[in-house]
């Protein structure tokens, strides 16, 4: 009797307590089966029918790529700036805050001005500040900015890139072979829009030199500002003229004053020079100053618009077709479309898991109908 009444109590015990945990392993089991459903279903069933898989899977990487330089991408990254945003920033951060720390004066001496103003002259010593100078000089003022322009087109280059790596290593990271197919057939690509986008560039600061339009709007108003602040120059004050008052006050030019870092030399030529020379140094300066300010806004705006029009709209537009005519050959689909092993083992661990869970499930709604009786 006493063996007996323990079996039943043992018995009783080990079903309330089975009772009690059954709930628990149920809700477990159904969360571990949730997990290795959603790992197979991530990693994808085996494919069968190759051609319109490549397809889709081309369709949708390009179109990721649109998304991530608009913007409006589901998978944007939060540690750092990429795609249209990092694009965003060269363009406004980087190349417009390289143009506004540009100084117009730069490499330009004191001697520079003033012999290419004697130079333009000739014979003949002019009544007026000669235009000639003032377009030498600021023609060679603006072949100094090429490289900075250069500059940022590289840039845009190397984010371009970027991003078509991390796109491809997301978006293939199933198939390896199409993974790496894409990124270089993608990259290649850009690359081949990166002459005509720097030639373009090139073009734009050889369209400035080429014309110096000192009848531009801006220029005008700028160029009237300067000269209120100058009287005109006369040729010979023993003629019954004398110099102007003004140019007692050639010291606001910073190009006259010596306030701007000049060599020894620059300094002694500075002091040899006449009021009249120092009226027409000032003027020089100050006209372009005042011209450089207007291509450096022009450039900050043309060319970044190059480059979306080279280079980003460009391959935005032909991104897919140039994929889809150097990869879709039926020839290459199951070189294409091989798993790496990585993600075979994955899978087949996967499956592994959901077997024995099923089977687990099985065992519990077993036990559940035990317990209910």
Do not use: W
């Not at 039926?330 to 592994?352: G, I, M």
């Amino acid at each position: 009797m006493g063996t007996s009444f323990l079996s039943e109590r043992l018995s009783t015990i080990l079903m309330g307590h089975v009772k009690k945990c059954l709930p628990t392993l149920r809700s477990r089991v159904s969360h571990l089966r949730g997990v290795q459903e959603s790992i197979i279903s991530d990693l994808g069933k085996p494919i069968i029918k190759k051609g319109p898989a490549i397809l889709d899977l081309i369709n949708t990487f390009c179109e990721e790529f649109r998304c991530v330089i608009n913007g409006n991408s589901t998978n944007l990254q939060t540690s750092e700036i990429s795609g249209g945003a990092k694009l965003f920033y060269i363009f406004q951060n980087t190349f417009g805050n390289a143009l506004e720390e540009f100084d117009p004066m730069t490499g330009l001496t004191l001697s520079d001005v003033r012999h290419a103003i004697r130079n333009s002259m000739g014979t003949r010593p002019s009544l007026f500040v000669p235009e000639m100078a003032f377009e030498l000089l600021v023609k060679r003022q603006i072949g100094l900015l090429r490289d900075l322009c250069l500059r940022v087109v590289d840039l845009s280059y190397d984010e371009l890139a970027n991003t078509i790596s991390v796109a491809c290593a997301r978006h293939f990271e199933r198939f390896d072979n199409l993974k790496n197919e894409s990124m270089i057939s993608g990259i290649n690509l850009l690359s081949s829009r990166l002459p005509p986008t720097r030639e373009m560039v090139e073009n734009l600061l050889s369209i400035e030199q080429t014309y110096i339009n000192t009848n531009h709007p801006d220029f005008i108003i700028r160029y009237r500002s300067v000269s209120d602040r100058h009287t005109p120059l006369v040729s010979n004050p023993q003629m019954g003229g004398e110099e102007p008052a003004a140019a007692s006050n050639s010291s606001r030019s910073s190009i006259c004053s010596g306030q701007r870092d000049r060599t020894a030399s620059g300094r002694e030529v500075e002091h040899k020079l006449t009021e009249r020379e120092r009226e027409e140094v000032q003027m020089i300066e100050q006209l372009i100053i005042q011209y450089f300010t207007i291509i450096r806004k022009q450039l900050q705006d043309t060319v970044p618009k190059t480059i979306m029009h080279f280079m980003v709209s460009y391959l935005a537009r032909n991104l897919s077709s140039n994929l889809i005519s150097e990869l879709y050959v039926e020839d290459r689909f199951d070189n294409l479309l091989q798993e790496s092993d990585s993600v075979s083992k994955k899978r087949e661990r996967a499956c592994r898991m959901l077997t024995a869970l099923n089977e687990a499930q099985k065992i519990l709604s077993g036990l559940r109908d035990i317990t209910s009786n």
